[in-house]
């Protein structure tokens, strides 16, 4: 039988005994520190802020291969240091309420953003009804609280479009995409589009990709005739365009900011999975394809949280805000079978998450949660293995080879998503909420609970 680790006991010792002289008994280097972490982690106040970090696609196996790759075997990444760290079941449902094993990101993030799970490829909308539910960042905005949406993909895409938009299927990201929601056009009486919505909703920051979306004519309604970026004008948006854009960006007016015309290029390039697996390569951490003005996923945060904690202040108010952060293209770089890709978008996740962290640290009032939407194909594999799909063998920054298996689907097609449950840990008030094995929906809960929404 195996020892529990030194975090498990003292999370252990924590919850039980709850002193610090009872904790601080462990002897190991670091314990007190993780122990008053503990402590910390496991009030049950009100929280001020919330940072909720999600890693799209990244189960398991993907942030091992992130860690594995970049800070070695016995190495720590930012999202390895939570205090308090749980697993979820991320299924989706059928129309008629029954299980569906393996969650899509629009179903997945229903889950988190309404606390009711839905069919894969809808919004915050009901399953078999297609009623709109009302989302955490519609219940912050009600609540006082400054809100904002950043991610890596389009902003239109499913992750960002579950906290402010309804739509009864995640294509209809823009004015001229509606075909599959007929109900949710703005000539049917329905609140239009994802892009056209986010901007209705007035969050105070929107970062990402998707710009295609937003230069959109919309069809219908006050705003007809004009493109979703021209309707955000006219609401007083600030559209910036890339990092200088963002860093002139002043608190006051919300902020659009759209750093590409799809999703955000990504950070590393490298060979792609291969049938019978490629040569041993090293990871290339630069993309031609990737304009040198784009801002990074830490650059977003950081700018995020100073104009939200910019806004609250100039307007004297008690409550702070809620924030989701999405590294999008783990997921889009697994579907493609492309492990540096991959990595790189792991890894530019993981700073974010340190930006989230040192906020943490100088606000312990702020929950923070770092997990995943849905596990994926991504697997390391023994060096001896001849996997029947796609494979590629990389040699890790400590020298070693490691080989990473891509094979939920024939080669050639999109690699898909899996149904296993994957990590959620947090720090900070009601974070104690993520311990044991939770579902995904409970997510919603313990934000509501943490920022105390009615
Ligand atoms: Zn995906």
């Known amino acids: 039988m195996h020892r529990p680790t030194r975090r498990h006991l003292v999370v252990a010792t924590a919850l039980v005994a709850a002193t610090t002289a009872a904790v601080a008994v462990t002897t190991a280097a670091g314990a007190f520190d993780d122990a008053r972490q503990a402590k910390d982690a496991i009030k049950s106040g009100k929280a001020k802020n919330v940072i909720l970090l999600i890693g799209d696609g990244m189960g398991d196996s993907e942030i091992t291969l992130a860690r594995d790759y970049t800070v070695g075997a016995n190495g720590r990444l930012n ?3 939570f205090p308090l760290t749980g697993a979820y079941t991320t299924y989706a449902v059928h129309a008629d309420g029954t299980p569906d094993y393996v969650t899509d990101s629009a179903a997945s993030g229903t889950g988190w953003a309404t606390g009711v799970k839905t069919v894969n490829g809808r919004i915050s909308k009901t399953p078999g009804t297609d009623k709109p539910v009302r989302t955490l960042l519609e219940l912050a905005q009600r609540n006082g609280y400054a809100t904002g949406d950043v991610t890596t993909a389009e902003l239109t895409d499913a992750t960002p479009a579950v906290l402010a938009s309804h739509a009864t299927d995640r294509s209809c990201q823009g004015p001229a995409d509606m075909a599959k929601c007929p109900t949710d056009t703005i000539a049917a009486g329905g609140p239009g589009s994802i892009a056209e919505q986010e901007v209705n909703h007035k969050v105070d920051v929107l970062i990402g990709g998707g710009m295609q979306r937003f230069e959109q004519k919309i069809t219908a309604g006050r705003y007809k005739g004009l493109t979703v970026t021209q309707q955000a004008r006219k609401l007083g948006y600030q559209v910036v365009t890339d990092r200088a854009g963002l860093k002139g960006a002043k608190p006051g007016k919300p902020v659009l900011g759209l750093f590409a015309t799809g999703n955000v290029p990504v950070e590393w390039t490298g060979k792609a999975a291969a049938l019978g697996g490629t040569s041993p390569q090293r990871c290339v951490t630069s993309n031609p394809g990737r304009p040198s003005t784009t801002p990074s996923l830490a650059d977003s945060a950081t700018k995020a949280i100073q104009l939200l904690e910019a806004k609250q202040q100039r307007n004297h108010s008690k409550q702070g805000f809620f924030l989701q952060i999405e590294g999008a293209s783990i997921d889009k770089q697994d579907h493609a079978a492309d492990p540096c890709g991959q990595i790189g978008e792991t890894a530019a996740f993981d700073r974010a998450v340190r930006v989230a962290r040192a906020y943490a640290a100088k606000h312990p009032d702020t929950l923070v949660v770092t997990t995943a939407d849905h596990a994926h194909t991504s697997q390391i594999v023994p060096l001896e293995a001849t996997p029947p799909g796609l494979s590629s063998t990389l ?36 974070a104690y909420r993520v311990l044991g094995v939770t579902n995904q929906t409970g997510l919603f809960t313990t934000i509501r609970e943490a920022l105390r929404l009615r």
Not at 396 to 416: A, H, I, M, R, W
Not at 417 to 425: M, P
């Open 79 to 81: 999202m390895d240091k």
């Open 395 to 430: 040699v890790t920054d400590e020298g070693q080879q490691l080989k990473v298996n891509y094979s939920t689907n024939t080669p050639g097609q999109s690699q898909e998503h899996t149904g296993t449950q994957v990590r959620i840990a947090a720090q900070g008030p009601q």
